[in-house]
Each structure stands twice: as structure tokens, then as C-alpha cells.
């Protein structure tokens, strides 16, 4: 499902063309109750095995920073119903739901039609959004030999480009990125549409999500914190101490974990490079066989389990780089 000969136009342009800054949450009061959210991803080929779905780590990711709470990872074919019966629960029941996938040209891609439906929508071509793919693939017609520019009346591949901007109305369209002509269509006020491609999900959704939780948050949510402990005891012996440690800490919002023969990328490749070291590496001894994690947003708490986890289970600090 990829954009074919329209992906060509996704670069930079001199200036934007943007929507109002009317937000899906403008109907809503800010609050400053946890924010939650759910992702759903859309695409045969992610079921199929095709291809690996990066973009539900992105997306975790970038809530983490932000002290978002992701609750669910949905993952659904190409099929109306399927994709229209995701985003109605996820809808009733998140604050936040952003989908990827199901948005290009060809005709698996049913992303746009499936959640318009899914919410009473009718489906319109949106004007500024075909008049921003023009301009920004004019630009790139003199080193591109073959490109098509939108047209919902033209040639067979211009109506297939258009359906790029064939939008569920109403709709909230917002452009996060100046140098993409690539929007977020935003319907039922809190679900998000993103393209499935890595790339462009990920510059996008790192443009657009911390507007969008400072615009529905009256206070901006705190950060999580992941805390790693290192300890050479295997699992089933540290079980009993973690479970209780789980236990004292649950009342301050942290949330303990075990990762045997586990440890974070950035010091795995470190270790591959021969670069980590005792001093300025992240990882201040041996290979863990089990590394522990402990994650909050109280840093005193953090710092205090922290303490525990390495005094009652022989523990180490990994630096989490």
C-alpha cells in the first residue's frame, strides 16, 4: 500500500498551506486526569507477515515521553467492518486514538472510507490538501521523469492519486509538517489518521502529538521515567522479593518488571561496537541475567524502589541511555 508515483511530491516546500488551528479536542474541556490513548494498525501485510509493523513502537514510544498512557495495540486487515469496529470501541474508550496504514492510492487501501463509515461520515475530496500535493510535485517534476499530480475527473492514475484526499467529512485536517503535503485527518474528535509508512509516521506523529496532549491536558502530564536495575539472580529466585516490592510501590503509580537476557538497544550496540565500558558505558558491570525495570513518574519513589531492588536483590544500576 504504498504511495506509488505521489510519494514523489512528500518534500520540503517553501511554505505551508495550513488548515486553521481548529483542534478535534476544541469541543472538549481540558482536564488533568491521565491522558490514555490506543493505536490501531491497519494493514493485511502486517498479518500476513509481509512486513514488521515499526510504527506501533514509534508511537510508544513518543507516548512514553510525553506521559501519555497507551492502553492497546490493536492490529486489523484490510476489511471495512474490521477496521470500522476497531475505531468505534477504541474510540468510546480512549482519549486518544491514532491509526497507520490503508491511506494510499490503490484499492486495499480503505482506511478513510472504513472510518468515515464507521462514524456516519460522507467522503469528500479535500481541496487543500490536492492543491498542496500540486504545488509541492510541480517542484519535483524537473528531476522526476514520471509523476502524477491529483485530478478526481482525470486520467485513471490522477484518480487514483486523488483518492489520497478523499476525506471522511466532517473532519479536522491539520498539516504538522511544512515539508510533507501529507496530513492528519482527524475524525470523531479524538481518532487520528497517519500514513503506514515508517518514515513519515514517525516525523509526523513526533510534529503532532505533544501539540495535540498540551491542547487537551489543562496541565502538561509529567513525563514517565523507566528506572533498570542489573542482577545476576535468575528469575524464579527473584520472583518472591518483586512481587512484594510490586506490592509497596503500586500505590505511588510504579510498575516493576523482569527482563531476562534482556538489555536496552542502545547498550547492545555499545557492547557490538566494543565502546561500553565500566566507566562511560551504560552498563557498569557484567551482563545481567536478568535486568529489572521500574517505571513512574515520581522520581523520589523511582529513586527509593531503585534502592531496593539493588540492596534486596543484589542489584546494579544500568544507566538507561
Same mark, same amino acid.
Given at each position: ?138 517542484? &519535483?517534476? !524537473? ?8 485530478? =478526481?475527473?482525470?486520467? *485513471?492514475? #490522477? %484518480? ?87 506490592? &509497596?510501590? !503500586? ?8 527482563? =531476562?537476557?534482556?538489555? *536496552?538497544? #542502545? %547498550? ?54
Amino acid at each position: 500500500m504504498l504511495l506509488h508515483s505521489c510519494l514523489r511530491g512528500i518534500l520540503p516546500a517553501s511554505r505551508a498551506l495550513r488548515h486553521p488551528r481548529r483542534h478535534c479536542f476544541s469541543g472538549l474541556s481540558a482536564r488533568s486526569a491521565p491522558i490514555t490513548s490506543a493505536f490501531c494498525v491497519i494493514g493485511d501485510e502486517i498479518l500476513n507477515g509481509k512486513a514488521l509493523d515499526a510504527n506501533s513502537q514509534v508511537f510508544a514510544q513518543r507516548c512514553f515521553a510525553l506521559g501519555v498512557e497507551l492502553e492497546k495495540i490493536e492490529v486489523v486487515p484490510d476489511r471495512y467492518q474490521a477496521i470500522a469496529d476497531s475505531v468505534q470501541q477504541l474510540s468510546r474508550k480512549y482519549d486518544i486514538v491514532f491509526t497507520s496504514g490503508g491511506i494510499g492510492p490503490t484499492h486495499d487501501d480503505i482506511t478513510y472510507e472504513a472510518i468515515g463509515r464507521a462514524f456516519g461520515c460522507d467522503l469528500r475530496y479535500h481541496e487543500p490538501t490536492m492543491a498542496r500535493m500540486r504545488r509541492i510535485m510541480a517542484r &519535483r517534476a !524537473a528531476s522526476h521523469a514520471r509523476w502524477t499530480t491529483p485530478d =478526481p475527473e482525470g486520467t *485513471p492514475d #490522477q %484518480i487514483a492519486c486523488a483518492r489520497m484526499a478523499l476525506f471522511p467529512e466532517p473532519a479536522t485536517v491539520i498539516y504538522p509538517c511544512d515539508q510533507y503535503w501529507v496530513p492528519v485527518v482527524c475524525v470523531n474528535k479524538n481518532v487520528h489518521i497517519f500514513p503506514g509508512i515508517p518514515r513519515l509516521f514517525d516525523e509526523l506523529v513526533t510534529a503532532y502529538l505533544p501539540g495535540l496532549v498540551n491542547r487537551i491536558s489543562s496541565d502538561a502530564p509529567q513525563a514517565f521515567v523507566r528506572v533498570l536495575v542489573g542482577t545476576q539472580l535468575r528469575e524464579s529466585a527473584i520472583a518472591p522479593v518483586l512481587e512484594k516490592l510490586q506490592a &509497596r510501590y !503500586a500505590p505511588m503509580g510504579i510498575k516493576l518488571g523482569s527482563y =531476562p537476557n534482556w538489555l *536496552p538497544p #542502545q %547498550i547492545q550496540n555499545q557492547q557490538g561496537s566494543g565502546s561500553a565500558s565500566e566507566s562511560g558505558g551504560g552498563l557498569t558491570k557484567s551482563k545481567p541475567l536478568v535486568v529489572l525495570s521500574a517505571i513512574g513518574k515520581d522520581t523520589q519513589s523511582l529513586d527509593a524502589c531503585k534502592r531496593d531492588l539493588c540492596e534486596l536483590l543484589e542489584g546494579f544500576e544500568i544507566k538507561n541511555i
